[in-house]
């Protein structure tokens, strides 16, 4: 079966500093890669998809870039963290024809 | 299309009542549709989905309803329990930069079930 690990849970980082978070999938090959970032009691943004090793579609720019240096590992990073970068992050996968995502579950990011 | 700025529209049902929650999407092409359910501090988790070959499809408890010729879908949740209580997604499947396929969320409602 396949499983989404999304880490950390939780994080709290001072302004300026930098960001690095994970998301691996299991049990599925060429998977699409999404990050998203959703606001206190807002929707969900979408801030980058990967439709493979090295693809990278940025949807809105912004503090954050992203990279996927194995076929099932999408990470989310920042150089200099922003106080509006706070948010809850959430990676998702799907398949390459149309199915459902699948979602970790997230992580809480807050800048101090 | 994705519509993060604003509140969430939230809607109170009655314990026992129907639901029913719209949902408008952007893309005509869009082929493929997602229900999401989300409970607080966690991610969205599937409810049912339908294809655009359908008007109409059901699951337990819940109806999704299609209509392209307006681009609306709904969800249906028929008589809502306080466990109901969560923010509801829709989700479109839209042609990305790639020309693959990628999932856009539209902007959510939350539902409170009044016990």
């Known amino acids: 079966s396949q499983t989404i690990h999304q880490w950390p849970a939780t994080l709290v980082q001072p302004v300026g500093s930098p960001l690095s978070l994970e998301c691996t999938v299991e049990g599925t090959s060429n998977p699409n890669l999404y990050w998203y970032r959703q606001a206190a009691g807002r929707g969900l943004q979408l801030l980058f998809y990967?439709?493979?090793?090295?693809?990278i579609s940025s949807e809105v720019p912004q503090n954050l870039s992203a990279s996927r240096p194995q076929d099932r590992q999408f990470i989310l990073s920042s150089k200099k963290l922003l106080l509006s970068d706070s948010g809850f992050y959430l990676c998702?996968?799907?398949?390459?024809?149309?199915?459902?995502?699948?979602f970790g579950q997230g992580t809480r990011l807050t800048v101090v | 299309g994705e519509s993060v700025g604003l509140h969430l529209p939230t809607l109170s049902v009655q314990e026992g009542d129907n639901s029913i929650i719209n949902c408008a999407y952007s893309n005509s092409a869009s082929d493929y549709f997602i229900w999401y359910k989300q409970e607080s501090g966690k991610g969205p988790q599937f409810i049912i989905d339908i294809r655009s070959n359908m008007d109409k499809r059901q699951g337990q408890r819940v109806t999704v309803l299609l209509n392209k010729t307006v681009k609306h879908l709904s969800l249906q949740i028929a008589a809502t329990q306080p466990g109901d209580s969560a923010v509801y997604f829709c989700a479109e499947n839209q042609e990305g930069n790639y020309g693959n396929n990628r999932l856009a969320f539209g902007k959510g409602n939350q539902v409170v079930v009044i016990p």
């Open positions: 990967s439709v493979g090793i090295g693809q």
């Open positions: 998702a996968w799907t398949g390459q024809a149309n199915t459902e995502a699948f």
